[in-house]
Nanobody
Framework: EVQLVESGGGLVQPGGSLRLSCAASGSTFSSYHMNWVRQAPGKGLEWVSDINSGGEIPMYADSVKGRFTISRDNAKNTLYLQMNSLKPEDTAVYYC?????WGQGTQVTVSS
C-alpha cells in the first residue's frame, strides 16, 4: 500500500492558478493508476482527473477540461495537478488516490 500526502492548496482569486502535489511513499508509486478527487462543501466526492501508471494517458472531468493538467514524476514519487483559470466552483478539498490509498486532502478556495 502507498501512503499519500497532498500539498499546495490555498486561497486564490478567480482566474488564478495553483499547483497541487501528492507525495507518495511506502510502495511502488510507479505501478499505480492515480486519481485526483474533490469534495465541495456540502457535496459528495467528484472525480476530477486520472492518469495511468506511466503518465501517458491523462483523463479529465468535463468541468475541468482545458483548465487543469494532471502529471506525474515517477522518479520523484509525486503526482501533480496544475489548476489554471480557477473558478469559485472549484472550491473544494482535493484528494489524491491510488489503489485503496487516500491522502488527507488539501483545501482549495477560489474567492475574491
Amino acid at each position: 500500500e502507498v501512503q499519500l500526502v497532498e500539498s499546495g492548496g490555498g486561497l486564490v482569486q478567480p482566474g488564478g492558478s495553483l499547483r497541487l502535489s501528492c507525495a507518495a511513499s511506502g510502495s511502488t508509486f510507479s505501478s499505480y493508476h492515480m486519481n485526483w478527487v474533490r469534495q465541495a462543501p456540502g457535496k459528495g466526492l467528484e472525480w476530477v482527473s486520472d492518469i495511468n501508471s506511466g503518465g501517458e494517458i491523462p483523463m479529465y472531468a468535463d468541468s475541468v477540461k482545458g483548465r487543469f493538467t494532471i502529471s506525474r514524476d515517477n522518479a520523484k514519487n509525486t503526482l501533480y495537478l496544475q489548476m489554471n483559470s480557477l473558478k469559485p466552483e472549484d472550491t473544494a478539498v482535493y484528494y489524491c488516490n491510488g489503489g485503496d490509498s487516500w491522502g488527507q486532502g488539501t483545501q482549495v478556495t477560489v474567492s475574491s
